[in-house]
């Protein structure tokens, strides 16, 4: 076989490939492990969006080439959410780009902005896609410090010139993964101002939105003044709506920026299968708040109850009201050895922090996408375990 490309020399194996093949060789093995790593949400879809699809599927037209920008009725629907949940108004036809999920919009946005000398942006916290798009991009990563005692929230204020002149990408999320931190307009708006200051690309990563506790409300990186001028954010059906494995988001905002996305777009994929966005029209459009409200009450309780079994496991959390996870701090020792103690002796995969960063090692992140019969049961394989060490 011919040697794979150089670039792939920099770019390590996806962590979450791995956890996965070491979880199920050992349920192979006949051991039974709890999976509280993947942030996929355990419950289904709204019973509608079900139906939307069923009912397109069995369209004869709807089985062809759905284009490269996806339907009218899928960008109008995105349109109309972001005016009615943010008060943002947005072109559906140039200011709207339909993804297959946000992990593919992320790496290709980065692929269709980032050389060999330039640089992202990227929080040394943060979901592994951010970095990863621009490795294999051939671009550089330059990490940016977020720290508890600033609820996580990025500083830019002593970057050095010559980054800022190399930089071409800055990525935020808020609620955030792994860390749960939140973000408010006045956030959003700074971000903005820098990113016009120096040219650069802002890039809001906002699935979990919608997964919200305590009466908190997200916003959005587009309510910010000017922001359509050099922002696109990412919003995604995964988390919102538990269609995780629907693979349907989008991309919204500049519009320069979303028709250079399609430009790279178009040469690799050729847009989703009709009916699934005909089923994320009916998520958008017909999915009562009400709805929202009670799967995040059934996430609140886990995350209180996982919070409250934290010290018994040697670990300190950070809770926060966004996001589908549990971040915290292992207080006596390090985060890899304790993820893999867990692992093979109490059999519970966690993800360790440091997948998500150089700023991730002292922690580990419990995902709330587990029936609560066995999140109950994994705290307590935990609890035991720990204080049999």
């Known amino acids: 076989m011919p040697s794979p490309a150089t670039r792939l020399t920099h770019l390590p194996p996806y962590a979450f490939a791995v956890i996965s093949q070491r979880v199920n060789d050992m349920l192979a093995a006949g051991q039974d492990v709890i999976r509280l790593d993947i942030g996929s949400p355990d419950m289904p879809p709204p019973d509608h969006v079900i139906e939307a699809l069923e009912e397109s599927a069995r369209h004869p037209g709807h089985h062809g080439y759905s284009g490269y920008k996806g339907t009218s009725s899928f960008r109008r629907a995105v349109a109309e959410y972001y005016q009615q949940r943010f008060g943002v108004s947005v072109n559906p036809d140039t200011e709207v780009l339909p993804l297959m999920g946000s992990k593919e919009g992320i790496v290709n946005l980065a692929l269709a902005y980032i050389d060999k000398g330039d640089l992202a942006l990227v929080p040394d916290i943060g979901y ?95 309510q910010a003044a000017g922001a359509k001028n050099c922002t696109v954010e990412f919003m995604s059906c995964s988390k919102t709506y538990n269609m995780g494995g629907w693979r349907l988001g989008a991309a919204v905002g500049a519009a320069l920026a979303l028709k250079t996305l399609l430009h790279t777009k178009s040469n690799m994929d050729s847009g989703h299968f009709v009916p699934i966005y005909d089923a994320g029209v009916a998520a958008l459009t017909h999915t009562p708040r009400a709805w929202i409200d009670r799967r995040n009450a059934i996430y609140q309780a886990r995350r209180d109850r996982m919070v409250a079994a934290l010290p018994y496991m040697g670990l300190e959390g950070y809770k926060t009201s966004g996001s589908l996870y549990v971040w915290a701090r292992v207080l006596d020792g390090d985060s890899t050895k304790y993820v893999e103690d867990a692992l093979t002796q109490a059999r519970v995969s966690l993800a360790p922090g440091g997948m998500y960063g150089p700023g991730g ?13 066995r999140i109950d049961e994994s705290l307590e394989r935990l609890k035991t375990w720990y204080a049999a060490r």
């Open 361 to 373: 090692d002292p922690y580990v992140r419990f995902s709330l996408g587990m029936t609560d019969e």
């Open 128 to 222: 592994p896609a951010y970095s990863m798009g621009a490795l294999l991009a051939g671009g550089d990563v330059h990490w940016l410090p977020i720290k508890q005692e600033n609820d996580y929230l990025l500083d830019l204020s002593d970057l050095p010139d010559d980054v800022l002149r190399r930089a071409k990408l800055l990525w935020l999320n808020y609620p955030n993964n792994p860390t749960g931190a939140t973000a408010e307009i006045d956030f959003y708006a700074r971000m903005v101002e820098f990113c016009m200051r120096h040219d650069i690309l802002l890039v809001s990563d906002n699935p979990y939105v919608d997964v919200t506790y305590d009466g908190y409300v997200a916003g959005s990186a587009l």
